[in-house]
């Protein structure tokens, strides 16, 4: 398409950052000393009056850190991350332990609020609009501020809260499953994570209750040079649901910001968790400088029978994005779900992907993954799907698009399928391509302009996915992708 | 990984080590060739065997395989190599020329030399190139920056094999025959080069006969398939033997070129057949195919790279595998559309049927793509029998045993016929028989 001046303008004046969530929240806070020690920890801990057997369990994870080395399977390149020039421990200093919302610091709640996290108001609807309820705990910095609707969760007998606050009130629950699904030696950033995690959020569904509200966390990082490791942990009992909502964001800083995250999801006989993310991370700015890097460890385990673990997540931040949210299914006839969406634009880097291990007789699995790539970045979706040898008839359905915009950006699919079962049934397929041009041809025509027409083929492009996600997420996650793509065109 | 580190070497590794030493002064060559003889050794040295731990050997472990590693085999001897071959049928009963290197040598005694050269096909030994002036250019990887273990082993023990040269604008009549002849045990490091001038066309059958007994067998097969030029390319790896079957292609294919083959696996303890395809002219189709059945506690692996370096090319690939007992089957796919190789067209399909509940498949079809105006799609199947389609053969009489047979067949040969080489479609189908009758 010839490149008119006007166009060039426009796109000019659009940048590459959109990132509206770009702010930088000036509130005291406490640092603990930088850099990776058993001082450091040993502070940490200290700090969230932990039991001693926690304080061991993460020196022994530092431990078996030190005895590591970084994995460099993945395609992301990025300078190698000084993990000694880091804050482990950043909190907003107003936080000894917030009663109720008044109490916290009013700019921390002008921080949510920007962020479209109306704390508040979500209480006053609560008796209007008792379907739409959401509870949030929000995580600001490496602490977690506030946790809303904690009473009425309580009364349908859910626990969710943060986690250092269970590991004060239900440190048996938390010994008992803790690093079972995520092993303290899994890999190189979970390892990390367990040595050094400062907070995040516990969740606990009791047998046969399905959960009133959607449970929501939202994670920012705000201080500089800090490294946020947060650890989330949700335990179904049996016949249990839960739906968990998780949204992402942080300043628009230079230099870059470490996120080292672990997610445990533990789901016993017929229970069922339904695991949402919106990542928003700050991607970097337009010459790819700053951004977060986004290396996190998300793994359910379907340990019961018929249970069933669903992940959905729309990425659009992060400048390196290293995740696999993974299920292993370990139950008879259990399931699980992966659906996602990553965008990325600039000089974004994502190395994505699932992995479904099944164990289970009967288990059953599907992918759904869409890559969108423009700019210059680079897009890889990597998944592994394996049936072991008593996993008969098990299966399988794996599909991954990618679409390309513009010509310095790469998509890449690696998967990887093992069957040691015959009568596990496998499918996977696979196809990359870029926008078509009859597809531009006729929204043009139609008087879209090229953005809009991008816009809405993208929208096309991911709606299996979109489909899945909660309603609050779905329109959110539709404007991110759309302003995600800003500029990628022309 | 600390590449410096030095690795404890494996009692193959010893032995190979030990094998160089006592076979480089015999080994062909200039001195040019023996350095990197040399270099290709030292690889071997510091980085032993290629193994799980390189991600292109992830599920085909040859340093735990090979157990020990016999020395070279020696001169063949032609009465000997000469009933082997007679008795051999891989392809059938069809016309063509032969040509024959046996022992990791080019016996143009036993070669149709003069018929092919009255055609404008001229047959070179490789043992003799090396020690020439062209020698480096045969042994010096065509694929910059293949630092593939199984090439290195090669060039280390390159023994020789035989230049085919097609004169450009001609089409061979008949088909011509590679047989690869083993008159004695031993490892063999055979490294053949096929040369299509402009317009020319071959068709290339490519099999082997008789024992290595403990010896690996290691072929490097360089096609340089000129502007216009075609080939079609039918590979038989079968036989039961317990030595590793080593076979590396690496295709070079100019513009409105095309390249077409089949790689057909039965009866190894230990296969890898590997193919490097690059695009250098644009306009060109490479179109790949895969038959692999194993059975046993064997291993065969199809692994395949395809380089989009220049724009407008098609490739496809189809592989079939069928697995019986506890073998294990492997598919490594990957096409890389370079940024600038606009309009590509590529597609890749592998299917796994396993036969039994022992059998394990592993697939892994990649893509890699930097161009944005590109078609690339992959799929990936592996499941067992269905059991409708055998219920409704054996409602209509057929025995079980014979239903599944015919349903093994059909599978197969969807990528046999798709293939498309009618001469050779009789001849694989027969070997799909003769191993499904062992299984």
């Not at chain 1, 506030?146 to 010994?175: H, N, Q, W």
């Not at chain 1, 994670?219 to 009992?237: D, H, K, M, S, Y």
Request: hydrophobic share 40%.
């Amino acid at each position: 398409m010839p490149a008119v001046q006007e166009t060039i303008d426009k796109v000019k004046a659009i940048d590459v950052d959109q990132y509206k969530y770009g702010f930088v929240t000036d509130i005291e806070s406490d640092r603990g000393a930088k850099g990776l020690s058993e001082e450091t920890v040993r502070f940490l801990s200290a700090k969230k009056n932990e039991p001693e057997w926690m304080t061991e369990w993460r020196l022994d994870a530092l431990r078996r850190f030190q005895q590591m080395e970084e994995p460099t399977w993945a395609r992301v390149s990025y300078p190698k991350i000084d993990l000694d020039d880091l804050y482990y421990w950043a909190s907003p200093k107003s936080v000894e332990g917030p009663k109720s919302l008044d109490e916290v610091d009013p700019e921390l709640l002008a921080t949510y609020e920007k962020l479209g996290i109306p704390l508040q108001e979500q209480e006053i609807l609560a008796g209007v609009e008792p379907k739409n309820r959401v509870a949030v705990d929000a995580v600001f910095d490496s602490v977690s501020v506030v946790t809303t609707f904690k009473e009425e969760l309580k009364k349908a007998g859910v626990i969710f809260c943060s986690i250092s606050e269970a590991l004060r009130e239900y440190p048996d629950l938390v010994k008992k499953y803790l690093g079972s699904v995520v092993p303290v030696t899994d890999n190189y950033y979970a390892t990390l994570n367990s040595a050094v995690f400062s907070d995040g959020s516990f969740v606990y569904i009791p047998e046969g209750v399905r959960c009133p509200m959607e449970l929501s966390t939202y994670f920012r990082i705000n201080e500089q040079n800090t490294g946020q490791f947060e650890r989330t942990l949700i335990i179904a009992e049996k016949g249990a649901y839960v739906s968990y909502l998780e949204g992402c964001t942080a300043p628009q800083r230079d230099e870059n910001q470490l996120h080292a995250a672990v997610v445990e999801l533990v789901a016993l006989d017929d229970a069922e968790i339904k695991y949402s993310t919106v990542q928003n991370w700050f991607p970097g700015d337009k010459d790819g400088k700053g951004g977060i890097y986004n290396f996190v460890t998300k793994r359910g385990d379907c340990r019961g029978k018929n249970s069933k673990i669903s992940w959905t997540q729309v990425e659009t931040g992060s400048a390196i994005t290293w995740k696999y949210p993974s299920c292993i299914l370990r139950g008879e006839n259990s399931r699980g779900e992966f659906y996602s969406i990553a965008v990325s634009n600039g000089y974004q880097q994502v190395d994505s992907g699932t992995k479904m291990i099944h164990l289970g007789k009967n288990s059953s699995s599907r992918i759904i993954s869409k890559g969108i790539s423009a700019g210059k970045s680079q897009n890889t979706y990597r998944g592994l799907v394996s049936a072991h040898r008593k996993a008969s008839h098990a299966r399988n359905f794996t599909q991954c698009d990618s679409l390309l915009i513009g010509q310095d950006c790469g998509a890449h699919t690696v998967p990887y399928i093992e069957s040691k079962n015959a009568s596990a049934q496998f499918e996977h397929e696979a196809t990359t391509s870029k926008i078509s041009d009859d597809q531009m041809f006729y929204c043009l025509q139609r008087g879209l302009s090229e953005e809009e027409a991008v816009a809405l083929i993208v929208n096309g492009f991911v709606k299996d996915v979109i489909q899945q996600l909660p309603m609050e997420f779905a329109v959110e996650a539709q404007k991110l992708i759309s302003i995600s793509l800003e500029g990628s065109v022309g | 990984m600390n590449a410096s580190a030095p690795i404890k070497h494996t009692q193959a590794e010893s032995d190979l080590l030990e094998r160089f030493d006592r076979a480089k002064d015999g080994l062909a060559g200039s001195v040019a060739v023996k350095a990197l003889r040399d270099a290709a050794l030292g690889q071997i040295r510091d980085r032993g065997l290629p193994h799980r731990r390189v991600e292109e050997y992830k599920y085909s472990d040859l340093r735990a395989y090979m157990k020990s590693a016999a020395p070279l085999a020696g001169a063949a001897d032609e009465a000997e190599a000469t009933s082997l071959i007679e008795t051999q049928d891989g392809f059938g009963d069809i016309d063509r020329y032969r040509i024959v290197v046996a022992n990791g040598s080019f016996l143009a005694g036993l070669s149709d030399v003069e018929a092919l050269a009255s055609e404008g096909v001229t047959l070179t030994s490789v043992a003799e190139a090396l020690a020439g002036e062209t020698g480096t250019q045969l042994v010096a990887s065509p694929k910059s920056g293949l630092t593939d273990g199984v090439v290195a082993l090669n060039t280390a023990f390159l023994q020789g094999g035989v230049v085919i040269t097609v004169k450009s604008g001609v089409e061979v009549s008949k088909p011509v025959e590679l047989v690869q002849v083993a008159t004695a045990k031993g490892a063999q490091a055979v490294r053949n080069r096929v040369e299509l001038g402009e317009g020319a066309k071959l068709r290339l059958l490519e099999t082997f006969a008789g024992d290595t007994g403990e010896g690996e067998l290691n072929t490097v097969f360089d096609y340089d398939i000129a502007d216009k030029a075609a080939l079609a390319a039918t590979r038989l790896i079968v036989g039961k033997t317990d030595a590793a079957q080593l076979f590396t292609t690496i295709a070079t294919l100019g513009a409105e070129a095309e390249l077409k083959s089949l790689g057909f696996i039965a009866g190894p303890q230990f296969t890898r057949n590997q193919q490097f395809i690059n695009f250098t002219g644009e306009n060109s189709e490479a179109k790949i195919y895969g038959v692999t059945m194993a059975g046993g506690k064997s291993l065969a692996d199809q692994t395949l790279i395809v380089d989009h370096v220049v724009p407008n090319c098609n490739s496809r690939e189809f592989f079939k595998t069928v697995l019986d007992g506890e073998a294990k089957g492997v598919y490594q796919g990957r096409i890389n559309v370079a940024q600038h190789a606009q309009k590509t067209d590529g597609e890749m399909m592998t299917q796994a049927l396993l036969l039994s509940e022992d059998a394990e498949m592993a697939n892994k079809p990649e893509l890699e793509i930097f161009a944005d105006d590109v078609l690339c799609a992959h799929g990936a199947t592996s499941g067992q029998i269905d059991e409708d389609l055998l219920f409704y053969l054996r409602a209509r009489g057929i025995p079980e045993d014979e239903a599944k047979t015919l349903l093994v067949l059909a599978f197969l040969s969807e990528a046999i016929e798709e293939y498309g080489e009618d001469d050779v479609t009789e001849g694989l189908e027969a070997r799909v028989r003769d191993w499904l009758a062992d299984h």
